[in-house]
């Protein structure tokens, strides 16, 4: 499996923009896909965005035009560049890399958009 560290949550206004990154170590050639999750108090986790391992993105409805994923195989790092930020995009933002017989997750960061 791999180990995540997920930075760059933080406070920001709504119409705002903040940056994640997910640096991944471990077995990281053995990634298919990796992503970035969301959970709202009293909400179920739910996908953001993810990549393939071949740059392929898929994106939540509610994201798009708005979110973009990108991964940096050099640097085994996730980004995901978040615009146009809403309240209601508040959440714990998790990283998530797996393959058919693993998943494995980061710590979580916070991001709060304030109206």
């Known amino acids: 499996q791999v180990q995540l560290v997920e930075s760059g949550g933080g406070l920001v206004q709504a119409g705002g923009s903040l940056r994640l990154s997910c640096a991944a170590s471990g077995s990281i050639f053995s990634i298919s896909v990796m992503g970035w999750y969301r959970q709202a108090p009293g909400k179920q986790r739910e996908l953001v965005a993810s990549?393939?391992?071949?740059?392929?993105?898929n994106y939540a409805d509610s994201v798009k035009g708005r979110f973009t994923i990108s991964r940096d195989n050099a640097k085994n790092t996730v980004y995901l560049q978040m615009n146009s930020l809403k309240a209601e995009d508040t959440a714990v933002y998790y990283c998530n890399a797996k393959n058919s017989w693993w998943s494995s997750w980061g710590q979580g960061t916070q991001v709060t958009v304030s109206s």
């Open positions: 990549i393939t391992k071949g740059g392929s993105p």
